[in-house]
Nanobody, 124 residues
Framework: VQLQASGGGLVQPGGSLRLSCTTS????????IGWFRQAPGKEREGVSC????????AYADSVKGRFTVSRDNAKNTAYLEMNNLKPEDTAVYYC??????????????????WGQGTLVTVSS
């Protein structure tokens, strides 16, 4: 597996989770790391992204103020800290990579490499 998302699980509304995206193949400082999610019956949605070089970030309006994206290039790992989770955040979450020269984007079709997803369920 070239890219792997992990850290999903079942959490109550208002709770928190931290997702990780790890890779042994890619140097993250050469890429933009994107986080996406897909709920049943819905299209894949861009959640957040971070540039591996300068750490610039972007967020979807639906998660601004609740989610924080970060990366640790020494560990070749990116993170998505999710706070104040809501039932509508329930989805399979994926991480993906595109070359950093591409710039920040939340458009799924612009990403070249995808990891396996991790399921996040927000329910009481």
């Amino acid at each position: 597996v070239q890219l792997q998302a992990s850290g999903g699980g079942l959490v109550q509304p208002g709770g928190s989770l931290r997702l990780s995206c790890t890779t042994s193949k890619f140097r993250l400082d050469f890429y933009v790391i994107g986080w996406f999610r897909q709920a049943p019956g819905k299209e894949r949605e861009g959640v957040s992204c971070i540039s591996g070089d300068h750490g610039r970030t972007a967020y979807a309006d639906s998660v601004k103020g609740r989610f924080t994206v970060s990366r640790d290039n020494a560990k070749n790992t990116a993170y998505l800290e999710m706070n104040n989770l809501k039932p509508e955040d329930t989805a399979v979450y994926y991480c993906a990579l595109v070359a950093v020269v591409h710039g920040l984007t939340l458009k799924a079709h612009e990403y070249d490499w995808w990891g396996q997803g991790t399921l996040v369920t927000v329910s009481s």
